[in-house]
């Protein structure tokens, strides 16, 4: 079965970390940009950070800027979020994504997408 499946998300209070994993199986991630995104209750769709298919780019939205970072691992077919200094705010389900695009030096949050995770849920509160 083609999926992807995240993990490590959970409850922490402000100012704390955790480390979203999204790992695929049936398939291998090294030909796909890769990224994440949220959306909590009654709120738009967010894209929150990407990463090109090398590993060599990675764009994030303003709101998760110098707090995120993302990473990959195409030897263990995973996609990484470190999330550090959290706030209420980043409370939401966080999903991968993951965009088939061979050969390609960009990425776009929000993009198309070709796989999507079930969804892990992060809640910031003290």
């Known amino acids: 079965q083609l999926q992807l499946v995240e993990s490590g998300g959970g409850l922490v209070q402000p100012g704390g ?3 979203l994993s999204c790992t695929a199986s049936g ?3 090294r030909y796909y940009a890769l ?4 959306q909590a209750p009654g709120k738009e769709r967010e894209g929150v950070a990407c990463i090109t298919v090398s590993g ?5 939205a303003d ?3 110098g707090r995120f970072t993302i990473s990959r ?6 996609l990484y979020l470190q999330m550090s200094n959290l706030k209420p705010e980043d409370t939401a389900q966080y999903y ?4 088939y695009y061979p050969g390609s030096s960009v990425c776009t949050l929000l993009s198309r997408y070709d796989y999507r995770g079930q969804g892990t849920q992060v ?4």
């Open 27 to 29: 398939f291998s991630l």
């Open 56 to 60: 060599g780019s990675t764009h994030y």
């Open 96 to 99: 991968c994504i993951a965009d």
């Open 63 to 65: 709101s998760v800027k």
């Open 73 to 78: 691992d195409n030897a263990k077919n995973t």
């Open 17 to 19: 970390s955790l480390r």
């Open 35 to 38: 990224g994440w995104f949220r």
């Open 123 to 126: 809640s910031v509160s003290s």
